[in-house]
C-alpha cells in the first residue's frame, strides 16, 4: 500500500501508468518529480488521499482488462463500448502525451532529436484524430443506431428516414488514422527506450506504445466487428427498400 510520503520518482519508477493518474489530478511529474506524494499535493492543493486511492487503485488493477466477445453484441452495444472506453481514453490521454513530449523535447531534444519530428508530428496528428472521434460520435455511430433501428421496425417508416450514407465510405477515414499512428511507431524507433534512459522518458515511450495499441484495438473492433455488422444491416436496409419500392 503506497502511502503518502512515497516519492513521485520512486513511483513512477515503480508503474509508468501511474504518470497518467498524476496528471489527471494536476500533479506535473516534471515539477514534482522529486517531491513525496503529500509535498506535491500541497503544492497543487489536492487531498492526499484521494490522490492515494487513485494510485493504490491503478496498482492493483489489471494491466489489461479482458475484452469482451463484441459478436455477441449488437451494434448499439458495441457503440457504447467504444465511446466508454476508446474514445474517452483518447480524450485524457493524447493531452497528456502531448504535453509529455513537449517536455521531452525541452529537456532531452539533444539527446534523443528525433523528439522534434515527432512533437511537430503528434500535434497535427492529436488534431486530427479528435475531428476523427467527433465524426464518429456526430455521424457514424448515428448512422448505424438508424440502420439497427430500421431494420428491427417492422414497419417502413425508419428505412424510409435513413439518411444517404455507407459504411464503405464512412471507413476510408480509419485507413489514414492507421497509417498514422505507425508513423508514430516508426518515428520513435517502435517505442524503443534504455533503462539507462531519463524517467520521463521512458514514461513517454511507455505512453506511447499504450496509445498505439489503444487505437489497433479501437479500429479492430471497429472495422472487423461494428462494420461488418453494419454492413449486413445495410444490406438487409437495401433489399427491403428495394422491395418496398417494387425494384425486385
Given at each position: ?33 522529486e517531491?513525496?506524494i503529500?509535498d ?23 494491466d ?9 453484441f ?18 485524457v490521454t493524447l ?7 513537449k ?24 488534431s ?55 508513423d508514430?511507431s ?20 511507455f ?42
Amino acid at each position: 500500500m503506497i502511502q503518502g510520503d512515497y516519492k513521485i520518482k520512486v513511483l513512477l519508477e515503480r508503474n509508468y501508468r501511474l504518470a497518467a493518474v498524476l496528471f489527471q489530478n494536476g500533479v506535473d511529474i516534471f515539477k514534482c518529480m522529486e517531491l513525496s506524494i503529500e509535498d506535491a499535493c500541497k503544492r497543487v492543493r489536492l487531498d492526499p488521499g484521494k490522490l492515494l486511492l487513485r494510485i493504490n487503485f491503478t496498482l492493483t488493477a489489471p494491466d489489461k482488462p479482458a475484452q469482451p466477445d463484441f459478436q455477441q453484441f449488437n451494434c448499439g452495444h458495441i457503440i457504447l463500448y467504444l465511446i466508454h472506453t476508446h474514445h474517452a481514453h483518447s480524450r485524457v490521454t493524447l493531452p497528456m502525451i502531448h504535453y509529455h513530449i513537449k517536455k521531452n523535447e525541452q529537456l532531452f531534444g539533444g539527446e534523443f532529436p528525433h523528439l522534434m519530428m515527432l512533437n511537430s508530428f503528434f500535434d497535427k496528428f492529436r488534431s486530427d484524430f479528435m475531428y476523427h472521434l467527433r465524426q464518429e460520435e456526430e455521424i457514424i455511430f448515428p448512422y448505424i443506431h438508424q440502420l439497427e433501428e430500421a431494420v428491427a421496425d417492422k414497419g417502413n417508416q425508419k428505412l424510409l428516414e435513413l439518411p444517404d450514407l455507407s459504411i464503405l465510405s464512412l471507413n476510408a477515414r480509419h485507413m489514414t488514422d492507421n497509417e498514422d499512428i505507425e508513423d508514430i511507431s516508426r518515428l520513435t524507433n517502435h517505442f524503443r527506450y534504455d533503462e539507462t534512459d531519463p524517467l520521463p522518458f521512458r514514461i513517454l515511450m511507455f505512453e506511447l506504445e499504450d496509445l498505439y495499441n489503444n487505437l489497433r484495438e479501437h479500429s479492430q473492433v471497429e472495422e472487423l466487428v461494428l462494420f461488418h455488422k453494419a454492413e449486413a444491416l445495410e444490406k438487409e436496409a437495401s433489399a427491403r427498400m428495394h422491395k418496398l419500392l417494387g425494384l425486385n
